[in-house]
């Protein structure tokens, strides 16, 4: 299953969430969004050993599921918001609404990641911090 289309509304990811995502749907993920095993591992809190460990078929415990989960939705709303290259070009660049840091480093918290998620939300709704 393709996590970038994954609905994104509560109860469906909490499901979700819950059964498992396969790594071979989050190695997709990683592919389309062109995070390194590093920066992967790091989001999903867990060891790039541990990452590596896992066969493609093996399902990731709800934990870590979650954030790759969380992970998807915000590429998803940058990949369709900005497009797909411009949008990667943003997670890396440092911006002054974050304190003249990348979004990629944000990654790694769940509140990190909703602080992207809203600044989307200012970006599309034409409000500059």
Known sequence: MNLLTTPHDTVTLIKRSRAG???????SL??????????????????????????????????????????????ARGFDFMGTERFRRWMQKDHQALGKKPPMEFLDTYFGIQLLLDELGRI??????
């Open 30 to 75: 990683q592919k389309q969004a062109q995070l390194t095993n590093e920066q992967l591992a790091r989001s999903l809190h867990i060891t790039v050993r541990t990452w590596q460990g896992y066969s493609s078929d093996d399902k990731l415990k709800p934990t870590v599921a979650e954030r790759a989960l969380l992970l998807a939705q915000l590429y």
């Open 21 to 27: 995502v396969r790594k071979a749907d989050v190695l």
């Open 124 to 129: 599309e709704h034409g409000v500059l911090a």
